[in-house]
């Protein structure tokens, strides 16, 4: 198949290919989460709903693999060092009690991933203790065990959580496309900024494409 995408097409097959929706959870795209005790309007990024949701169901339709990230930390916080913690001035700290339970904890209302993209059986969730969804979760080696070689983004924050997991696959020998609209950030020129950087040189981190141009290539318009 062949997304025309920026810089250039991007060539996959549907079976070594998987859509990851990066950190879709209540936490970041509701009310009461960590990115809004953060001081950000969260309604920014509940705007990419609805294109998310069109992409996820297209790619079920066509049988491709899906898999959700989550940030999440034990609740021991045992996994959440005390630098990542204690930066900042957010008004609740990880692990401390929200309006959703405790912020970024597995396992709280808040962490769960929003009901219009909530995993369906048989689809990966990986809870990921950091930025990137390769860091301390295992994901590489069950990729390999799949045999897939190329990664469909969507998701939130897009310079975050997103682009460290884009540049992680990169280094790991994956070809990434980020889906332009189903990917946001509080801030609209970090947006802009991320795109700019994942494509350019060359595609040096990976490419992007806007999802129509995903769902012409499956097949789903
Ligand atoms: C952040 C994320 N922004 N999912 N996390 O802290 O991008």
Avoid at 156 to 165: D, G, R
Wanted: aromatic residues 6%.
């Amino acid at each position: 198949m062949r997304v025309s995408a920026n810089p250039f097409a991007f060539e996959f097959e549907l079976a070594r290919t998987a859509l990851v929706i990066i950190d879709m959870q209540r936490d970041f795209i509701e009310p009461g989460g960590f990115g809004e005790t953060l001081g950000n309007d969260v309604s920014r990024l509940s705007s990419i709903v609805p294109a998310c949701v069109r992409v996820l169901a297209a790619w079920r339709r066509a049988g491709g693999k899906v898999l959700h990230t989550r940030e999440a930390h034990r609740a021991d916080l045992s996994d959440c060092p005390p630098a990542k913690r204690q930066r900042g001035q957010p008004t609740l700290r990880i692990g401390d009690v929200g309006p959703m339970g405790r912020i970024l904890v597995a396992g709280e209302p808040g962490n769960q991933i929003i009901p219009a993209l909530a995993p369906s059986p048989g689809e990966w969730v990986i809870d990921k203790p950091g930025k990137g969804m390769f860091y301390a979760t295992g994901l590489h080696e069950r990729l390999q065990g799949a045999g897939i070689s190329h990664l469909v983004f969507m998701g939130v924050t897009a310079e975050v959580c997103v682009q460290t997991s884009m540049r992680e696959a990169n280094d790991r020998g994956y070809d990434g496309l980020l889906l332009e609209d189903c990917t946001e950030s509080y801030f609209p020129e970090f947006k802009t900024a991320t795109l700019d950087m994942i494509r350019a040189q060359g595609a040096i981190v990976g490419w992007t494409a806007p999802s129509a141009d995903l769902l012409a290539a499956i097949g789903a318009q």
